[in-house]
């Protein structure tokens, strides 16, 4: 399936209130805002078990093998139970996490921040979050070295595959993403690609032949 290589013709038939941006992001054009409430924050991932602590470790293998070294400070936008937090803490020592209110409580040891903006951070993730974001372009204001990024990978926007597909949830899923359309947003806000991968399907095993879920770091330019 074709992904977001031609935008003129991709225009040319969205899905119905989908739109395009310049840099091939599909997003949701009229929205009704959703409630983040502690159910759907912290309690949908209590259902992965014993995977989602797998799936942390996994995450933060992959950015370190990236990144080639541990990060002195990292910062988990959209932490959740803070899970990654969790696995991270046992090598960085500057644990930080930013949420939605009401957010979970986070362990000792990890520091709750009011604003991802607010300071430098060695390495900044966000898994299964910035798909949520009104504006993702607000992101901008991030002061970091690295960026590690896990969200739904989205094949094509023609209207018979995107319409019936899994991550597909008007008014949460806000934006859309390829490996083509996140590296050219990433380049934008001045980071080059240094990993892809869907590393994590060994986990969140995809449905049929394509890839379930789009892993990538950034790194600054």
Not at 114 to 130: C, E, K, M, N, Q
Not at 173 to 183: K, R, V
């Amino acid at each position: 399936m074709a992904g977001f290589t031609s935008l003129a013709l991709a225009r040319s038939s969205l899905p119905e209130n989908y739109s395009l941006d310049h840099n091939g992001l599909l997003y949701q054009v009229d929205r009704t805002p959703f409630t983040y409430d502690r159910a759907y924050v912290v309690d949908r991932f209590n259902n992965y078990g014993i995977r989602l602590e797998q799936l942390s470790y996994l995450r933060l293998g992959y950015i370190l093998g990236c990144m080639k070294r541990i990060p002195r400070s990292v910062l988990d936008v959209g932490y959740g139970n803070g899970a990654f937090l969790n696995a991270a803490r046992t090598l960085v020592a500057d644990c930080n996490g930013f949420d939605v209110p009401p957010a979970y409580p986070l362990p000792v040891g990890i520091n709750p921040v009011g604003s991802p903006y607010s300071r430098h951070y060695d390495l900044v993730t966000f898994f299964d979050s910035l798909e949520h974001f009104p504006d993702v372009y607000e992101i901008r204001g991030l002061d970091c070295n690295f960026v590690g990024i896990s969200v739904p990978w989205c094949h094509s926007f023609e209207p018979d595959w995107f319409m019936n597909w899994k991550h597909r949830r008007p008014d949460e899923h806000l934006w859309h993403f390829n490996e083509e359309s996140l590296t050219s947003f990433f380049g934008e806000l001045g980071y080059k690609i240094i990993g892809s991968s869907s590393v994590e399907d060994s986990i969140r095993k995809p449905e049929g032949a394509l890839p379930n879920i789009l892993t990538a770091v950034f790194e600054r330019a």
